[in-house]
């Protein structure tokens, strides 16, 4: 079955520490999204990429990063200058440029927090 | 400035009846309008979207939304709704601020409530 599959589910990270984050897909979408959600504040864009190594800073890219060096993989790596980093992240896809026609397709998120 | 809004935080409704969740939206050019809906520690699911034609767009699970340009609104609605209707719901708007259009605006999220 084609879709996005984030890992892992849930994630626990120290004070100082980076982790990343995994998204992989195999809907041989060329453009790929990270969000983050907080409650009552919906979803934030914090970094997208439309082809193979590029990728552009959304709304909120201070204190992560993102590599795009296969068109089925696009990790996010929170690092520790991100100084509030618990929060849902989802990670997202699109055909290109046919998001107007078929929206995203969403992973099932990964859950992190801050211990 | 290209932007969506969804007015309600929660809507709660019982069985059986009707449910509308609301969206207005501003953009430029023409609007590329989309529903999803969010179940707890999932991921987003398409539900509708609406590009051109018909105002009336109808989706997955019995919803349907209503397109109306002179409102600028785009609501969600059902005839008669389920238990299983209770989730997170999330309108959203091609965003067409960089060339690419290749983004999508999402509004804050209604809670719905459908109590037995």
């Known amino acids: 079955d084609g879709g996005i599959t984030q890992s892992p589910k849930y994630l626990f990270r120290k004070e100082g520490q980076n982790v990343t984050l995994s998204c992989e897909q195999n809907?041989?979408?060329?453009?790929m999204y990270w969000y983050r959600q907080d409650p009552g504040q919906g979803l934030r864009l914090i970094y997208y990429s439309q082809i193979v190594n590029d990728f552009q800073k959304g709304d909120i890219a201070e204190g992560y990063s993102v590599s795009r060096e296969k068109k089925e993989s696009f990790p996010l790596t929170v690092t520790s200058a991100q100084k509030n980093p618990t929060a849902f992240y989802l990670c997202a896809s699109s055909s290109y440029p046919g998001v107007s026609n078929y929206g995203y397709t969403f992973g099932s998120g990964t859950r992190l927090t801050v211990v | 400035a290209q932007s969506v809004a969804q007015p309600e935080d929660q809507v709660n409704v019982a069985e059986g009846n009707p449910l509308t969740v609301k969206c207005t939206y501003s953009?430029?050019?023409?609007?590329?309008l989309f529903w999803y809906v969010q179940y707890p520690n999932r991921g987003l699911q398409f539900l509708l979207k609406y590009i051109t034609g018909d105002n009336l767009v109808k989706g997955s699970y019995g919803f349907e939304a209503e397109f109306n340009k002179s409102q600028t609104s785009f609501h969600l609605k059902k005839p008669s709704a389920l238990v299983s209707d209770s989730a997170l719901y999330f309108c959203a708007v091609r965003d067409m601020r960089d060339s690419s259009a290749s983004k999508i605006i999402f509004g804050s999220g209604t809670r719905l409530s459908i109590r037995p």
């Open positions: 809907l041989n979408h060329d453009a």
């Open positions: 953009v430029s050019g023409n609007p590329y």
